[in-house]
């Protein structure tokens, strides 16, 4: 299908983009990658008037190290973080989240602020970012603001970003000594996944001292389940004490059934997602069921 007759604009710089998202009486979208609005327009699900094509923006691309952070701009493509040293060695948890994400043509495309803004229940990044305790920064007519991811994601496919702001870096802490793992469920390779599991953990002297477990595709918004974080800080990183933990999660979902799985089907596989990830982050033996 072809998309409804639309206007393209495609500014050079951040300010000029600014300009264009302010203006309240044009019913305007962004273009990042197109790997998700493209599909919408041709479907007919979106209907814009105005197509602001930001990939002329030079701001909203490049990555960066601080301290403390690795700095992705919005408009970086999928496959240039993945092949970005500072994101192999700062957070190497989103090397492992978009290897997951659809196919290499996807990434070359696709963008990394574009599949958070997005925010698809099912997609790999929003799931990484809430895991690692990310954040995005929003820039709008009156300045810039951080939006952490735990307020980013409001249900699916909103998130609390204002129609007049532009997503411009998303913001990744770099936790040194984290043991990291991602996995996912999927019907064919490269499909959207079913569900979606992250682990972050750090060890000290055989025991948890920080965990992070966030899932996708069980909710309308990427999950923390802070009941399971909270217990794996009860112990080490045993088989035992990690499937007790697999277990925790699965008692805090409620999954709705859809066409593609029921509920109990997703809570029962993010069960053995989170336990397979724990086991590969912190390279243990798992039990055997
Ligand atoms: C066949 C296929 C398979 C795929 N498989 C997966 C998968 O397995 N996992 C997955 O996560 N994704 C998957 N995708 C989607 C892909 O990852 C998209 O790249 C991503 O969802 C959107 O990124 P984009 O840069 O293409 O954004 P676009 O499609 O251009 O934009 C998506 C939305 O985000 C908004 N937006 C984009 N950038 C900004 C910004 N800087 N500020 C504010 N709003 C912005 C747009 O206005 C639009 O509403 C798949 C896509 C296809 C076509």
Request: proline share 5%.
């Amino acid at each position: 299908m072809k998309p409804p007759r639309f206007r393209y604009v495609r500014p050079e710089t951040l300010d000029e983009l600014i300009e264009l998202r302010a203006n309240e009486e044009v019913d305007s979208v962004i273009l990042a990658g197109g790997q998700s609005l493209i599909p919408m327009m041709n479907f007919r699900l979106a209907r814009p008037e105005l197509v602001i094509d930001i990939g002329g923006v030079e701001e909203l691309r490049g990555i960066r190290r601080t301290e403390g952070q690795v700095i992705i701009g919005a408009g970086t493509r999928q496959s240039v973080a993945m092949s970005s040293p500072d994101v192999v060695d700062g957070a190497p948890l989103i090397i492992e989240a978009l290897r997951h994400v659809g196919h290499v043509a996807i990434r070359n495309r696709g963008t990394v602020g574009g599949s958070i803004a997005h925010a698809d229940p099912a997609a790999e990044l929003p799931v990484a970012l809430l895991a690692l305790d990310g954040s995005v920064v929003a820039q709008g007519r009156s300045g810039r603001r951080t939006i952490p991811a735990t307020e980013l994601f409001e249900t699916a496919f909103m998130t609390s970003l204002r129609p007049s702001e532009v997503l411009v870096e998303v913001n990744l802490p770099v936790r040194r000594a984290a043991r990291v793992a991602f996995g996912e469920i999927t019907r064919r390779q490269g499909d959207f996944a079913l569900v979606v599991a992250a682990v972050s953990a750090t060890v000290d002297d055989g025991r948890f001292t920080d965990v992070r477990i966030a899932l996708g595709g069980v909710s309308d918004v990427p999950t923390r389940c802070i009941a399971a974080e909270e217990a794996a800080l009860e112990g080490g990183p045993t088989a035992a004490h990690i499937r007790e933990v697999a277990h925790l999660v699965a008692d805090d979902l409620d999954p709705r059934d859809d066409f593609h799985a029921t509920g109990n089907y997703r809570k029962k596989v993010a069960a053995v997602l989170v336990e397979r990830a724990f086991v590969e982050a912190c390279d243990v033996l798992a039990e055997v069921a």
